[in-house]
């Protein structure tokens, strides 16, 4: 098996010199640039190291930011430890250097430029002359890697714009979307977030079309994870009925059947995955793996001995006694404890992750939050029995759901999507697309504890450094001060 590994490309734009910001960048040697994509195969290995590239990056701050910025995660006081503790105490320094407001931005673009240096190639090395088996697997690659600036793009959205319905027609101030490695000297404004959108959007269905044909093991972007993710796009800006149909489009192939209760832990916990991608269970229609382990990565910050990120109590008690998703939580002496990220050895250790980019259960509660906002509330229902009928082990038939108005159903497609996709980078962009303040309740220990909506302070600033380069790039109101 092959694993995701750095390149040239990989690290040769990982951060711009001094004095520049991360959206302006040194463009790679022409020398190098010619050794590197002299062929498929180079921008093969090139596109391996934009895969680890975004492995990374999701798999650091970006994917502990959203569970902790909400209600269900504790950040445990540790001495010497500041890890992810401003982010959530919602506290904001522009000019922190180490922690996740610098970070996130600056790993978020290394990975676009690598991105974008991979799909640049691909356009060069098409003006040569190829043969039929090489054009097909650049266009596979393309396909592969407009999958990624996509997630990558809506990664970074989410942490330094507003959510998409934050204004009526989006317009208020998305991200720079870069679709080419900047040169030096040239500048880029922040889009608007209908803009950001759009460029996700489009750099989605055209892999769709791309990847229709190409069968890929599940730690590749796929056609059908494509759709996947325009599901959870459209949902993000309201747009219910596109939202309902990408989801079908994929639910309806049969091929991601949602793995039996029996299978649940071992979706998260088999080792085995890492590196026979084979026995990555039906479900996942897409994960990141990574081979090492670095203290910095949601294992470590979630699922290790020293742990910093416990569930709390409220969100514990969310799950009946028979409910599977609940053995997927540990009571230890220093809290509860997820074992999404936990090995499954009989002392159990940590493993490297396999980020669920995104699964069968997420689409069928996608659709079933789709549904209920077109009023078709039978059909909601259906798909909530489906998911909530896997984490009791009985036949979505045995599933009883009663409500006494639409807003009780709709709570309770909110507390099972809730429930399903915890600590999976989900949890604070569902709060704010729902228009929701965040209450961490009594027993809160964050010096933050009520967070109404709407608020400045639910973005991120943009970083210091990359407002003294760019004079194009427009603040955050409040958190950049």
């Not at 020398?31 to 895969?51: H, M, T």
């Not at 950040?75 to 407001?101: F, I, K, W």
């Not at 294992?299 to 609940?326: I, P, Q, W």
Request: glycine share 6%; aromatic share 12%.
């Amino acid at each position: 098996m092959k694993f995701f590994k750095y390149t040239l490309l990989s690290t040769a734009l990982l951060f711009g010199s001094c004095g520049k910001g991360f959206l302006e960048v040194e463009p790679i040697g022409q020398l190098g640039r010619e050794q590197l994509f002299a062929d498929p195969n180079g921008v093969r290995d090139a596109l391996y190291g934009s895969y680890n590239l975004t492995a990374k990056f999701i798999q650091s701050e970006y994917g502990i930011y959203s569970d902790i910025r909400g209600e269900d995660v504790v950040r445990m006081v540790t001495p010497g430890s500041n890890y992810m503790l401003n982010e959530y105490n919602y506290s904001y320094n522009q000019e922190d250097q180490v922690g996740a407001t610098f970070n996130i931005w600056a790993d978020g673009y290394a990975t676009l430029n690598n991105i974008n240096n991979v799909l640049e190639g691909i356009e060069e090395l098409r003006a040569s002359s190829l043969n039929l088996l090489e054009k097909e697997q650049l266009n596979k690659y393309e396909g592969e890697a407009r999958v990624l600036r996509a997630l990558v793009f809506f990664a970074l959205s989410n942490v330094y714009a507003q959510h998409y319905t934050y204004t009526a027609d989006g317009s208020h101030l998305g991200i720079p979307i870069p679709t080419k490695t900047p040169a030096p000297g040239v500048k880029m404004p922040r889009a608007t977030m209908k803009e950001t959108y759009a460029q996700i959007i489009s750099d989605l269905k055209s892999s769709i079309t791309i990847l229709s044909s190409v069968a890929n093991e599940k730690i590749y972007a796929s056609s059908d994870a494509a759709k996947a993710l325009l599901s959870r796009i459209y949902l993000y800006m309201g747009d219910y009925a596109n939202a309902e149909n990408y989801a079908t489009e994929v639910l309806s192939t049969g091929k991601y059947s949602l793995v039996p209760a029996s299978e649940y832990q071992e979706m998260y916990r088999s080792s085995t995955q890492i590196v026979d991608f084979k026995t990555i269970k039906g479900e996942v229609l897409w994960q990141l793996n990574l081979t090492n382990l670095s203290t910095p990565y949601m294992a470590s910050f979630y699922s290790s001995t020293n742990f910093l990120g416990t569930t709390n109590s409220a969100y514990f008690s969310l799950f009946e006694n028979n409910d599977v998703r609940k053995s997927l939580i540990a009571t230890t002496n220093s809290g509860n404890m997820t074992l999404k990220y936990y090995g499954s050895g009989s002392a159990g250790t940590v493993m490297p992750i396999t980020f669920k980019v995104v699964r069968s259960a997420e689409l069928y509660l996608n659709r079933a939050e789709a549904y209920y906002q077109q009023q078709k509330y039978d059909l909601a229902v259906q798909d909530l029995k489906v998911v909530r009928a896997r984490a009791y082990n009985v036949s979505p038939e045995a599933i009883t759901v009663t409500y006494t108005s639409p807003q009780d159903l709709f709570k309770q497609i909110k507390d099972e999507r809730r429930k399903e996709l915890g600590f999976e980078a989900h949890r604070i962009y569902d709060i704010l697309r729902y228009k929701e303040s965040v209450n961490r309740g009594e027993n809160c220990n964050a010096t933050a504890c009520l967070i109404t909506y709407p608020n400045d302070i639910f973005v991120m600033p943009i970083p210091k450094n990359e407002l003294d380069a760019n004079e194009l790039i427009k603040p955050n109101p409040t958190v950049n001060n």
